[in-house]
């Protein structure tokens, strides 16, 4: 569990009965305001035993209100009574940060509120009501709290960041004796008055200093802008540390609608849709200068030191090191736009994004820093946070956190201060302000062909003439010549630190070749190089770009898959990708799936993205686990598979959303999986053989479900930004290419039991329920296991006719002219494994029920030898074969070759065996080694 409050390893503050001294005395401001009025310590002792909620604060102020007082006045005498309740509650160890905080937070939201309506009203009775110009409805002013007001977490003497914005322009409804103004100059004159009200110093002090800092275009900006207005700033002239501000922007006032418009014009400027690692670059800057100014300051003024919010290790590096996660990820996960900065610090560790430990040690920290920070401002009320220049106030401070001395308080600050530092670096520091790169020189100088190439033969490449050239002409290509210096500079450092990896890498894996993996290399750069996220990414994290050249030089189809999708970079990042196609993590994708989709809806371009994003992210942490050597080639098709059918039932739930004349809320549809898929041997790149059943009376249902299914087709098949899902086959539906699209289960049943070909109940023995409603699954797998179980002993000479008959068809259709052994076509091959079985389930699963259970080729194989229907050991010769061809197919085509072709004398005698068995169950195969054609004709 992480820890919420009181921190950890913070001591707790002294009770009354612990202190030589009561909480008062420690607050110089709390005892002058004691003692200004004699009614005070009661007045105070029933406030501060209050829950502090609005009612509260409500309650308090019209008390104020009835002496007479006018609202300014009556709410700074409740900010005053607050925080003094405030002090003593937390002082006195009954009030822990959150309640502080939130307390704070709460009274800002409130005195915004009701001096904006207030306010607002009195404008309105001067001016009439400001009304939009195209909508023609009545404007309200949106307060946006910034800062620590808008995460939740505001000082109990901090300012307040506000920007006021109003939904359009136009003119306000003046009426008889009124002066009419326009809607942007009502805005600006309620804002002045709001700040007025909040700010001026007046008999009773202030509510709240107001910095009006961060509105579009500083303090020379307009004082409130309409929608229109900040959507423009934001997009062409918003800069990166704005968002960063706009992170923790929160409406305190206004209307639903007008402020979900504002959080869609705000949501893309802040959250890209992409990972965007160039975000740790720009804090990095902003943080510098924050250090500089810092540092400046304590120059000229040396008794400021120990500044626990700007100061090294300080509360700033503590949200920093939590919002750039957000700035980076936020656009994808929804929940990382969370505005707490302890909130968002527990989201990191849940996400796995920083370890657990390290969290709870920050959020320790934060907890220190802050409640020290409160502490600096008890003294008098004042907006500081340096540790003072007196000593005996330095001596107040440690007691009021509990602590003996100043040396203890030191000692604890400097502790939690290194450790956050320590974590602010390992995320921020420069991982290029050491680096010596060779390459930018030399790649300017085009005779330097010669020394690259010595480099190279000196790191140990087998071909460094080949790779000297190929490396110089990427890099005076035109890709690179037209980047951005910032842009080409990181490239050319990541290219020039990739040289000893890939040497290090080829030698370590003993496979590969260095030329060839700088090629597939340099082909993700080239496809990566305009955008700076990716570049800042491998940059930041370098153990990425040496997993990245493991992969690639692992297989040239990863490198193939990464270079068209490089926002998987993000998959090798840390070890995640343990448990990857689990159904626990399956369960849990399709969880986050829904939730994300369902936030989308309407937007279907951004659906399909999800469904394209969420797969490719899973079949890559499969990739890598599998080029670890840590799944066999049937364990990853289980999971490949699994996946496969995680994706289907998202997209059928969600694609029927889009259906505007759907007629009811969950479809009674499913989608039945054949081929790979069917029998859960699913390939990386594999389509998806599939045919769409229906169970519905209601008239609609025939129209609505063909729609559904359609939708279902062009949401795998579309492609997008990201790519696409799968390719869809649904060929083998009833009747072919001229069936109906989607079925109704009863017409499925009964074209399979009466009008279906041998080959289609061939396929059926691959068949399974895939997604949508399971009790037509259920139906469907009991059809599928009544045909499958027909009696077809008396016909057994047509059965055998007619698979070989669909065999060599088959093989007349993709006659291998190679003298390569082609794994899946040629005789011997996979199929004759896949139609044997298929035979074997159709010709005795009548008499052995258990053969209808799809369990796939290999047991399948090993059942029925021990059913004794086929020779048990060739049965399991079969079954070696099976599995030693589908792990060479698979090697095959990770190295990104089209066909699964390889030299015959790998296989040794797997193909011969599968003859013998073909010919003991089937008769008439060829000479695997001759390649002779098949001798049963093909029928008419």
């Known amino acids: 569990m992480l820890p919420t409050s009181p921190a950890a390893g913070t001591p707790a503050p002294q009770s009354p009965d612990d202190s030589p001294e009561p909480a008062s005395s420690r607050s110089r401001f709390l005892q002058r305001w004691l003692g200004a009025d004699p009614a005070r310590p009661a007045q ?204 923790k922007a929160r409406a305190v006032t206004g209307e639903r609608d007008d402020i979900a418009a504002l959080d869609a014009i705000a949501r893309p400027f802040v959250f890209r849709r992409y990972l965007d690692f160039g975000v740790i670059d720009a804090i990095r800057n902003m943080h510098a200068q924050i250090r500089a100014e810092v540092k400046r300051q304590e120059r000229l003024h040396p008794e400021r030191s120990h500044n626990v919010k700007l100061g090294r290790g300080g509360i700033r590096e503590i949200e920093f090191l939590a919002q750039v996660f957000q700035l980076i990820r936020g656009g994808r996960d929804p929940a990382l736009r969370e505005r707490s900065t302890r909130a968002t610090l527990r989201l990191l560790a849940e996400r796995e994004l920083l370890p657990i430990e390290a969290v709870e040690r920050l959020l320790q920290a934060y907890d220190f820093l802050r409640n020290l920070e409160h502490r600096l401002q008890y003294l008098d009320d004042a907006q500081t946070h340096t540790l003072p220049a007196s000593d005996d106030d330095r001596a107040i401070v440690a007691r009021m956190m509990g602590l003996p001395d100043v040396p203890s308080l030191l000692d604890r600050l400097d502790a939690q201060r290194s450790y956050v530092a320590a974590q602010f670096d390992a995320i921020f520091a420069d991982k290029l302000e050491n680096a010596d790169p060779v390459l930018p020189s030399l790649a300017d100088d085009p005779e330097n062909r010669d020394a690259i190439a010595a480099r190279l033969l000196e790191l140990g490449y087998d071909d460094p003439g080949a790779a000297a050239a190929r490396l110089v002409a990427t890099l005076r290509g035109p890709r ?258 001229s069936g109906m699209l989607v079925s109704s289960l009863a017409a499925f049943e009964r074209y399979q039991t009466g009008s279906a070909w041998i080959w289609e109940h061939q396929a059926l023995t691959r068949a399974r329920f895939c997604a949508g409603d399971t009790a037509i699954g259920a139906r469907f797998e009991a059809i599928r296991e009544a045909v499958l179980r027909k009696d077809r002993s008396g016909d057994e000479a047509r059965l055998k006719d007619e698979v070989r008959a669909m065999r060599k068809r088959m093989h007349d259709a993709s006659v291998n002219r190679d003298a390569l052994f082609d794994l899946k076509g040629d005789p011997g091959g996979m199929i004759d494994i896949e139609f044997i079985v298929q035979y074997l389930v159709l010709r005795h699963a009548a008499t052995y029920a258990q053969l209808t259970i799809n369990t796939g080729n290999i047991a399948l194989l090993r059942l029925c030898g021990e059913l004794g229907l086929i020779d048990p050991d060739l049965g399991r010769a079969v079954a070696d074969a099976y599995r030693a061809m589908r792990r ?45 054609p098949f001798t049963t004709p093909a029928p008419d």
Request: aromatic share 6%; net charge negative.
């Open 44 to 247: 105070l002792a029933s406030f501060a035993g209050s829950s502090l909620a609005e009612a509260d604060l409500q309650a308090a102020l019209a008390r104020e209100l009835g002496t007479g007082l006018p609202l300014p006045r009556a709410m700074r005498r409740l900010r005053n009574l607050l925080i003094c309740a405030i002090i003593r509650r937390d002082l006195q160890g009954q009030a822990d940060l959150d309640e502080v905080v939130t307390a704070m937070t709460r009274f800002a939201d409130f005195a915004i509120r009701t001096h904006v309506a207030a306010l607002a009203d009195e404008l309105a009775a001067i001016h009439g009501m400001p009304i939009g110009e195209e909508s023609g409805r009545p404007q309200h002013l949106i307060v946006l709290s910034m800062g620590k007001g808008g995460g939740g977490e505001l000082n109990v003497s901090s300012d307040i960041d506000l920007i006021f914005v109003y939904p359009e322009d136009g003119d306000t409804a003046a009426g008889p004796g009124q002066r009419q103004l326009s809607n942007h100059e009502f805005f600006v004159r309620l804002g002045r008055k709001l700040i007025a009200a909040l700010s001026e110093v007046i008999e009773d002090g202030f509510t709240f200093r107001v910095d009006m800092a961060l509105r579009p275009n500083g303090n020379s900006g307009p004082l409130a802008a309409s929608l229109n207005m900040v959507e423009e700033y934001l997009i062409v002239q918003g800069r990166e540390w704005e968002r960063y501000a706009w992170v």
């Open 888 to 932: 060479l197919q698979h090697q095959v085509r990770l190295q990104g070759k089209e066909r699964a072709r390889v030299e015959r004398s790998l296989l040794g005698s797997h193909p011969d065996n599968v003859l013998r068995l073909w010919n003991a169950c089937l008769g008439d195969q060829p000479d695997a080694a001759s390649g002779a």
């Open 480 to 737: 690179l010549a037209a980047l951005p210096d910032a842009s080409r500079a990181r490239l050319l450092a990541l290219a020039d630190a990739a040289l000893g990896q890939i040497a290090t890498v080829v030698h370590d894996a003993g496979i590969g070749s260095h030329a060839a993996t700088l090629g597939r290399l340099l082909d993700f750069f080239e496809a990566i190089a305009r955008r700076s996220a990716y570049l800042s990414l491998l940059t930041e994290y370098p153990h990425t770009l040496e997993r990245v050249i493991r992969m690639i030089n692992a297989s040239g189809w990863a490198a193939t898959f990464l270079t068209g999708h490089p926002i998987l970079l993000d998959e090798l990042l840390d070890d995640r990708n343990e448990g990857a196609g689990d159904p626990g993590q399956l369960a849990q994708l399709a969880t986050g799936l829904d939730a994300q989709l369902l936030e989308a809806a309407g937007d279907t371009e951004r659906q399909l993205d999800i469904l394209r994003e969420a797969h490719h992210a899973q079949l890559f942490r499969l990739l890598a686990l599998d080029l670890a050597g840590e799944l066999s080639v049937e364990r990853l098709a289980d999971h490949l598979s699994a996946l496969a059918d995680a994706i289907v039932g998202a997209t059928v739930r969600h694609a029927w959303r889009t259906v505007a004349s759907r007629h009811r809320e969950e479809p009674r549809f499913a989608v039945i999986a054949y081929g790979k898929l069917g029998g859960k041997e699913l390939g990386y790149v594999s389509d998806l053989d599939v045919i769409f059943l229906f169970d519905d009376d209601d008239d609609m249902a025939p129209s609505n479900y063909a729609r559904l299914a359609q939708r279902f087709i062009t949401w795998n098949t579309a492609h997008t930004a990201a790519g696409i899902l799968f390719d869809i086959d649904t060929a083998l539906r009833p009747d072919g290419a």
